[in-house]
Nanobody, 128 residues
Framework: HVQLVESGGGSAQAGESLTLSCVIS????????VGWFRQTPGKEREDIAR????????IIDDSLKDRVSASLANRKTLYYLHLTALEPEDTATYYC??????????????????????WGQGTQVTVS
């Protein structure tokens, strides 16, 4: 079964940068779409970025696109979320998840959310 391991979180000062990593394994084929999400206690999980793996194109939430980018590497088994100019409001647990979404759905943050069903432990980012 699919395994997800997020890493790279930690404590940071406002204005600093972090790069989060996600390794996805255990699937017979590469995921078509990989999403990055974040969640704070008491709030719903927030959909912040997606990567369509075949085309290697990404979409970032409008509110974050000036500070956040996403990429992939290592034959598309390693995924990154680059966070810059961190703000205290970025404090959250960050998750990645794969989904079998076509490009058009993958690159629309309003679509396909029920397809993201596998979750790892996440990586905590704390900004002060």
């Amino acid at each position: 079964h699919v395994q997800l391991v997020e890493s790279g979180g930690g404590s940071a000062q406002a204005g600093e940068s972090l790069t989060l990593s996600c390794v996805i394994s255990g699937q017979p084929t590469l995921p078509a779409c990989v999403g990055w999400f974040r969640q704070t206690p008491g709030k719903e999980r927030e959909d912040i970025a997606r990567i369509h793996t075949v085309s290697e194109t990404t979409i970032i939430d409008d509110s974050l696109k000036d500070r956040v980018s996403a990429s992939l590497a290592n034959r598309k088994t390693l995924y990154y979320l680059h966070l810059t100019a961190l703000e205290p409001e970025d404090t959250a647990t960050y998750y990645c998840s794969p989904a079998p979404l076509a490009r058009s759905s993958c690159l629309d943050l309003q679509m396909g959310r029920p397809q993201f069903v596998a979750w790892g432990q996440g990586t905590q980012v704390t900004v002060s």
